[in-house]
């Protein structure tokens, strides 16, 4: 086994060094879906594309090893990963999750619920978690940490040993902070999952998820299944999630450099009501005094981008309310917090000021 090295080292070199046919120093492209045999039940390892690629698998080598574990399968967007997840979970398995969950994550669990796969219990906090780990049957606990958008944290460590007790698997979604602040494997994870086209490809021009675990039956099971479905990672998607991979840690640093001057700027201006931020990270909300404002704020803005989606270099704005979280019943939404004035702020690596002004003019506006 070579030294385990880190994480900052591990994304700068990414798939370096992978290609011993030519010494090529970045990772070369596959597009090629077939590979030939060298004889007669003899494989090179790669065989057809949907199972195995080989700049897919560069990927996924990179990938487990920044979140500390031993697999990982990159699969064709963030939401793949999660169906590919729950594949592994026998039908009928009860599933305790965070109630504040990235909008497509409930539309997909009440689908399962309304069709009679899974049954899903929601907690708004972690001391609801706690009650319903202990008094509930629960055969997987979700967790999404920091929330989208209000941005609650939960204490994997604790949850999962209390899961464990009760023989349930934990599954985390990392996307928020991806393995630079977060490792949940570590913590005691069985499964964690991201949409990587967030912060691990990091320039919104890739559409990519992953799951990756420690456990080699999870694994052989989410093998199996997604070799037979299909919803693999592209040959060059997998390039482009290499490539923004490799300043990874450097992209979250300015970031949460960036949010944080933001921050200060938001608790002090008076059109604010209140400022969601955890310390750390490039997501910030924060809910508007006057919440008729908004439409005018959005047009407003010059240097934000109104816009879905998170993670990325060029920050911008979004408005769950229209957007991400649509899809949530809006008695559902304001019963735990989601109000209508509320704004989610994906805050990239511009320069700091400008951000600040720009916001600074819009509430104005
Ligand atoms: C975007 C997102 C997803 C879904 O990922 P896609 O790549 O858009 O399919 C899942 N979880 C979280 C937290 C997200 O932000």
């Known amino acids: 086994m070579s030294k385990k090295r ?12 992978s290609d011993q046919a030519t010494g090529a120093l970045t990772t070369p492209l596959h597009f090629s879906t077939t590979y030939q045999h060298p004889e007669f039940g003899q494989s090179t390892g790669f065989d057809y594309t ?16 920044i979140e500390s574990a031993d697999y990982a399968l990159a699969t064709s967007s963030g939401m793949s990963a999660i169906v590919l997840a729950f594949s592994i979970f026998a039908v009928g398995s009860k599933v305790l999750a965070v ?3 990235y909008g497509g994550s409930f539309r997909w669990f ?3 619920e309304q069709e009679g796969r899974f049954s899903f219990t929601y907690a708004n906090t972690e001391e609801e978690l706690i009650h319903h ?12 940490t920091p929330t989208n958008p209000l941005m609650l944290e939960f204490d994997i460590a604790y949850l999962a040993k209390l899961a464990h007790a009760k023989g349930a698997k934990v599954v ?10 977060q490792r949940p494997i570590e913590e005691g994870a069985d499964i964690v999952l991201h949409s990587a086209t967030k912060y691990l490809a990091g320039h919104n021009d890739v559409l990519a998820g992953v799951v990756v ?4 039956d999870l694994y052989d099971k989410l093998f199996y299944n997604l070799n037979t479905t299909g919803a693999v990672l592209s040959p060059f998607d997998s390039y482009l999630l290499i490539r923004g991979l490799k300043t990874l840690s ?11 001057k933001v921050v200060e700027f938001l608790k002090t201006s008076p059109q604010v009501k209140e400022v969601l931020y955890t310390g750390k990270g490039g997501m910030v909300s924060f809910k508007i005094q006057d919440e008729k404002k908004i439409p005018n704020l959005l047009n407003s803005l010059q240097v934000f981008t109104f816009a879905e989606s998170l993670g990325g270099v060029e920050s911008l704005i979004t408005y769950p309310t229209t957007q991400t979280h649509a899809d949530i019943p809006a008695e559902v939404r304001h019963s735990y917090g989601l109000t209508d004035d509320l704004l989610r702020l994906s805050i990239g690596i511009e320069e700091a000021d400008d951000l600040i002004e720009d916001l600074k003019q819009a509430l104005e506006a």
């Not at 880190?6 to 060094?17: F, R």
């Not at 949907?50 to 090893?65: F, G, I, S």
């Not at 675990?213 to 080699?216: D, K, R, V």
């Open 50 to 65: 949907r199972t195995k690629n080989p700049t897919r698998a560069t990927a996924e080598k990179t990938l487990a090893a």
């Open 172 to 181: 985390v979604d990392n996307t928020f902070y991806s393995p630079i602040y």
């Open 99 to 101: 109630r504040d969950l």
């Open 250 to 260: 450097i992209r979250m640093e300015r970031s949460t450099e960036n949010a944080r």
């Open 213 to 216: 675990t420690n456990e080699a």
């Open 110 to 112: 009440n689908q399962q």
């Open 133 to 144: 780990l202990d008094n509930d049957p629960v055969d997987v606990l979700y967790i999404e």
């Open 6 to 17: 880190n994480i900052n080292t591990i994304l700068a070199q990414a798939g370096i060094k």
